[in-house]
């Protein structure tokens, strides 16, 4: 399966529904978000440390702005992707909430925030961070799908990640060191493979998913589609 980050960034600014709407037009059988709160504690989707819109004079983190200055950027909130959603129910959203952000704001209050947004649909929703302690408390408030972020393939054998038993481990392509991804009761998710050859290279070692910033690319590959079932 590929996993567009942000949607189809290539043709559309990261994050909106447009970008959403097209890597679904494209055929995505999932789509990654990173949720991000605003003063109000509204949740945004939104990646990186800081907004930069000098053409609206804005900048800076986002947990620093107001909603109605938010909402005159080409950004969208997560219920608008939620109300999105329920239009195609056969993606799959993968929601990441950073350290820095479960920090500022809280991981219970952050964790239920997206569940309150995204609650109709519910059992679509991924709910993705590298803590684990805010994955536990994500399943007992009723995210049935939890995705941990992990820096080495080594982690993934310690207690605690066996024991949570996470549905995805994510890791970066480069933080990979040995030929062969480990089996266990989850699902590996390699992130960010933007080209033809390393996802088939990927699928060779054991990877299930691939995150990609290049999903048009992908989609056109015939090597891809070979590999990946598109």
Request: charged share 20%; glycine share 6%.
């Amino acid at each position: 399966m590929l996993i567009a980050h942000l949607g189809d960034k290539i043709h559309h600014p990261e994050n909106t529904l447009a970008a959403f709407e097209a890597a679904h037009g494209l055929g995505a059988c999932a789509i990654a978000t990173e949720v991000q709160f605003s003063e109000e504690g509204t949740p945004w989707c939104f990646h990186g440390e800081k907004l930069q819109f000098p053409e609206a004079n804005v900048s800076g983190p986002l947990h620093g702005l107001r909603n109605p200055v938010l909402q005159t950027l080409p950004i969208c909130r997560l219920d608008q992707l939620a109300d999105w959603s329920t239009r195609h129910r056969h993606l799959e959203w993968f929601v990441e909430v950073s350290a820095a952000t479960l920090q500022h704001i809280g991981a219970e209050m952050a964790i239920a925030r997206i569940k309150k947004e995204v609650l109709r649909n519910l059992d679509m929703f991924v709910l993705q961070t590298d803590d684990i302690r805010s994955l536990r408390m994500a399943r007992s408030m009723g995210f049935d799908q939890v995705a941990l972020r992990i820096p080495n393939v080594a982690r993934c054998l310690s207690v605690e990640v066996v024991t949570l038993a996470p549905d995805y481990l994510l890791i970066e392509h480069s933080c990979v060191d040995r030929q062969e991804l480990p089996p266990g009761p989850w699902q590996w998710v390699v992130h960010e493979i933007n080209t033809a050859q390393e996802a088939v290279h990927w699928h060779h070692r054991g990877a299930h998913h691939l995150l990609t910033g290049n999903l048009p690319l992908l989609m056109r590959s015939r090597e891809a589609s070979n590999v990946y079932g598109i």
